[in-house]
Every structure is written in structure tokens, then in C-alpha cells.
């Protein structure tokens, strides 16, 4: 991806993250990305290429639109009584809970990108890293 149009989709996510009252934070992090829900903040891996980072942004957004519905949306029942009662998080159904999420939030991040038209997105080249990292969650769900 070159750099302006890194520039310019990076700037619609910014504007969109703004509207919905999240920021987009870049640093050195144990993780490729991550949306901390209580904080409302996605924080970025800054050693990712520029495309990476438009993924994982629109990926974390993902995670935010899923949040703001999370409490109303039963399929997510297990992972919200797991706000009060951590043994939940344990259990088979909740593992499978987050991975379902984990699709939303992908599948979220692709309609976002349509949305605020972003430039440059290689869809293939998303899934292919998209199917990557949800194959790591399998073996976590599966471990």
C-alpha cells in the first residue's frame, strides 16, 4: 500500500473512530492489535507494515461495532456473564463465543472499509491474513 493512501485510509478510520468515541493508539504491544472495550482505545502494533495496520485497524473496529451491540445480542451471552462471573470464561461455549467474534469483528472491519470507501484494500490479501490469525484462536480454542 503507498504511503498516501496509507495516509488517507488511515484518516477515515481516524474520523470514523472519533465519531464513535474510540482512539486509535500506535506503540510496541505483546499483540498485533487489541480493542480494550472498557477504555474504548485500539491499540496498533507500530511495526506492522502500513497494510497490516489498516487490517488490524479495521479489524479492531470490528471489535468496537460488536461491543456497542454486545450486551442485546444473545450469541454473545456466555462472554457477557462473563463480565461478573470469570469461571464462565473457561468453558467450551464461551471459547467458541470469542471465536465467533473474532469473525464478526473481520467481517465488520470489510463492511467498514466499504463504507468509508478506502482505497488500495487487497480483500484477498485480508482474508489470507485475517484466516491466519483466526487459525491461532482455533488452537487456543482447541488446546
Same mark, same amino acid.
Given at each position: 500500500?503507498?504511503?498516501?493512501?496509507?495516509?488517507?485510509?488511515?484518516? !477515515?478510520? +481516524?474520523?470514523?473512530?472519533?465519531?464513535?468515541?474510540? !482512539?486509535?493508539?500506535?506503540?510496541?504491544?505483546?499483540?498485533?492489535?487489541?480493542?480494550?472495550?472498557?477504555?474504548?482505545?485500539?491499540?496498533?502494533?507500530?511495526?506492522?507494515?502500513? +497494510?497490516?495496520?489498516?487490517?488490524?485497524?479495521?479489524?479492531?473496529?470490528?471489535?468496537?461495532?460488536?461491543?456497542?451491540?454486545?450486551?442485546?445480542?444473545?450469541?454473545?451471552? $456466555?462472554?457477557?456473564?462473563?463480565?461478573?462471573?470469570?469461571?464462565?470464561?473457561?468453558?467450551?461455549?464461551?471459547?467458541?463465543?470469542?471465536?465467533?467474534?473474532?469473525?464478526?469483528?473481520?467481517?465488520?472491519? $470489510?463492511?467498514?472499509?466499504?463504507?468509508?470507501?478506502?482505497?488500495?484494500?487487497?480483500?484477498? !490479501?485480508? !482474508?489470507?491474513?485475517?484466516?491466519?490469525?483466526?487459525?491461532?484462536?482455533?488452537?487456543?480454542?482447541?488446546?
Amino acid at each position: 500500500m503507498r504511503r498516501k493512501t496509507y495516509e488517507s485510509n488511515l484518516s !477515515k478510520l +481516524e474520523s470514523w473512530a472519533k465519531k464513535n468515541n474510540v !482512539k486509535i493508539v500506535f506503540g510496541r504491544h505483546g499483540e498485533l492489535g487489541e480493542y480494550d472495550m472498557h477504555t474504548k482505545t485500539i491499540i496498533v502494533d507500530s511495526r506492522l507494515s502500513n +497494510e497490516k495496520k489498516i487490517f488490524v485497524i479495521l479489524h479492531e473496529c470490528g471489535h468496537a461495532l460488536v461491543h456497542k451491540t454486545i450486551y442485546g445480542d444473545r450469541k454473545y451471552a $456466555v462472554q457477557v456473564e462473563s463480565f461478573i462471573d470469570f469461571s464462565k470464561k473457561y468453558t467450551d461455549e464461551y471459547k467458541v463465543e470469542i471465536l465467533r467474534e473474532e469473525f464478526d469483528a473481520w467481517e465488520r472491519g $470489510v463492511n467498514l472499509s466499504r463504507r468509508l470507501r478506502l482505497e488500495g484494500i487487497n480483500y484477498r !490479501k485480508m !482474508k489470507r491474513y485475517a484466516s491466519s490469525l483466526i487459525v491461532e484462536y482455533c488452537d487456543w480454542v482447541l488446546g
